[in-house]
């Protein structure tokens, strides 16, 4: 029997959408005010999703107050209350969409849960735009 837990977070930062491939005025064109050069911000929200079956045990796919711990330490901690761009060695390369932002958040997660458990994550970016990602 698979049973999915999780717990939801979210953390407030600034970012631009921006490719550093093309000119100013090709990023405005495609990002719109997402490429504001001065940067905007978003209050984030994060689904993290554990499935896996129940230990025999406990009853617990795995302990929620964990989850919220491993959480903290691994994604909001960096993050939060941060320029996404420039205040964080993960974007510095790397164009922080939504898309970007859950993969990373998935990769920064996967290394510290035990195989079994099936890892998924959803990142609302504003109150009607989400994005999932599950490895
Ligand atoms: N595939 C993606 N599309 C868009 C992303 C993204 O990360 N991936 N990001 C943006 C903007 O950064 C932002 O999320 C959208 O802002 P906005 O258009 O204001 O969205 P709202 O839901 O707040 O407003 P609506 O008027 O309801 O659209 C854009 N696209």
Known sequence: MNVTVGRVESFNAAHRLYNPAWS??????????????????????????????????????????????????????????RNLNLDTEDFRQLNPTAENIARVCWQRLRPHLAPHLALSVTLHETDRNFVEYHG
């Open 24 to 81: 100013d005025e090709q990023n405005v064109a495609f990002f719109g005010p997402c490429s504001n050069a001065n940067y905007h911000g978003h209050n984030y929200v994060l689904t993290v999703r554990l499935t896996g079956a129940p230990d025999a045990a406990t009853g617990y796919v795995y302990d929620l107050k964990d989850l919220s711990r491993l959480i903290k330490r691994e994604i909001l901690d960096t993050f939060d209350h």
